[in-house]
């Protein structure tokens, strides 16, 4: 798979590179850093893009800016991509009315668009775009980038004997490399506090996404989102090992 992704500053230069670090044999990943600025109407998109980009089969916008937006179909059009997504960890950088509009115009060009919010949402065939809401989508080329990056999926080893994780094996990364880094710190803690610590070790790797409480995600953040969909991921593959302690009302906890 042929990549190219646009970034904006240190943001997406993590993505980029963990990418390359962990990617599949035969993946490329090509950069391209978009203008600082724009003006308020773009007349010409054209104008603040170079002459030409390399051949890319799939395009991953993670640009702090909506106007580049405005600039995906031509780089689009200009590589030849299949796919699009777009990495909503602000919801600055891409409102939710924008981010249709983009979709429709990529549709128009028989291009597959996903914009996930937050990023780490993204599965092999939806992505979140509320607290409650998840949007389907159907591009092979996306559900590929899918499969190794997106939504984490860390699998749990137990060693029933001392009800701690014995391994912990990351068969899907964020994109930001945050799951593998937490996987690193799962080994040896005690089933009962898992979760907990892998939230920490979340929030401290840094999760880059937004810190802003948005309404529809019931004046949460996207950091927390984020934070939420790793520890779930954890939840279910725990639940038969931890210890349910009942107290009765009246008496002493053992």
């Not at 010409?44 to 106007?67: G, M, T, V, W």
């Amino acid at each position: 798979m042929k990549i190219l992704a646009i970034i904006s500053g240190e943001y997406g230069i993590r993505h980029v590179d963990n990418i390359r670090k962990h990617a599949p044999e035969g993946w490329t990943v090509e950069s391209w850093k978009a203008p600082a600025a724009f003006p308020l109407i773009m007349d010409y998109p054209e104008d603040y893009l170079p002459k030409s980009f390399p051949a890319s089969d799939f395009i991953l916008s993670f640009a702090e800016n909506r106007s580049v937006a405005e600039l995906i179909p031509e780089i689009a059009q200009m590589t030849g991509a299949r796919g699009v997504v777009v990495a909503v960890d602000s919801e600055a950088w891409l409102p939710r009315g924008l981010a249709r509009q983009l979709i429709g115009w990529l549709e128009r060009m028989t291009v597959a668009c996903a914009t996930p919010k937050p990023l780490c949402s993204l599965t092999e065939h939806d992505y979140k775009v509320t607290r409650r809401d998840r949007e389907t989508y159907n591009s092979e080329i996306i559900a590929e980038f899918a499969k190794y990056f997106g939504q984490p999926d860390i699998r749990l080893s137990v060693d029933e004997a001392t009800r701690t994780v014995s391994r912990a094996e990351v068969r899907v990364d964020a994109v930001c490399g945050c799951a593998r880094h937490v996987a690193e710190k799962l080994v040896g803690l005690g089933v009962d506090e898992v979760e907990e610590r892998a939230g920490l070790f979340h929030h401290h790797f840094p999760c880059l996404a937004s810190m802003v409480k948005l309404n529809d995600y019931n004046h949460d953040t996207l950091m927390h989102e984020s934070g939420h969909l790793l520890q779930e991921n954890m939840e279910e593959q725990l639940k038969a090992f931890k210890q349910v302690k009942y107290i009765a009302p009246g008496t002493k906890s053992e």
